[in-house]
């Protein structure tokens, strides 16, 4: 192409195509690498724990805690629990839930603040995280999975969950009313792809196309769905289902004013990110105030 024609719109018409099939393949392969990201984050196991000086089972932890090992089946997969011993004998059942790329290892730093006014505490890996194998799912069996460890647990539970954890928490609280004693939500978020947007972008990550594509693809994908299938958690129909809600003032991966609209208490806990929430004695006191009123 010579200089002259270099310079006439017209000219470039012809590469249109060409230039649209490029994108469309780039978007392709962006969308194909976002997925495999959503549904296999990195996993956080006993290896992990000793990476970084931390506890790697109950036993492990500052004060060594008593504890059980158990499976759990569903849909093919094995579930790997962790059942430990609380302080309070009349205390609830707590059932801890972790979030996207989480585990039950990383938990275990939640038991501490809890285990005085618990009488029970479970944890456990959901699909693609810790121990567990398959892929995550982002909601569209992992409620299933938590409602089938509820029926091996075979009374009612406070379920807490963590992010992920808060919104699998929520969605079978809504299947098993009569399972569920109380919801603790640590740094939920109303829909899905806020923390997912977040994430990618601190990471320097593109998002803007890519990521709803993946998460339709991933919804789309999902055999089981969800019995509530409304996308703003904040209005899930859970009863009278008491909720204590735990959130970081400083959390950038789920934005606290999300937090103020979900039913129920609500705790602004001061200096926490998003992991760090149980850290902060303000957050360990009013969960166990909570479960306090759970007991009997």
Known sequence: MDAHRMLDPTAWLGFAPLLAAGLLLYIAALTA???????HPPRKTYGWAVARGVAGDPSELATPR?????TFSR????????????????GPVVVVTHGWGGSRVEMLSRVPA??????????WD???????????????????DLLALLGVV????VLLGHSFGAEVSLRAAVSAERLVRGLILEGPYRRGITPAKNILRAAGFPHRVNLPLAMAIIAMSNRERPRWKGGDLASIPIGDTPVLTLHGSADRVCPPEEARSFPGEFVLVEGAGHNDVFGHEQAAEHARAFLDRMSG
């Open 33 to 39: 690498v976002t997925l495999r990201m959503l549904r």
């Open 66 to 70: 008593r504890f059980e090992r158990w």
């Open 75 to 90: 849909a093919g997969l094995e579930f790997e629990v962790w059942d430990i011993a609380g302080d309070r004998p009349g």
């Open 114 to 123: 809890i285990v005085p006014a618990s009488s029970r505490i479970i944890l």
């Open 126 to 144: 959901m699909p693609g995280c810790g121990e567990t194998g398959g892929a995550c799912t982002l909601g569209g069996r992992e409620p299933a």
């Open 154 to 157: 075979d009374q009612p539970a």
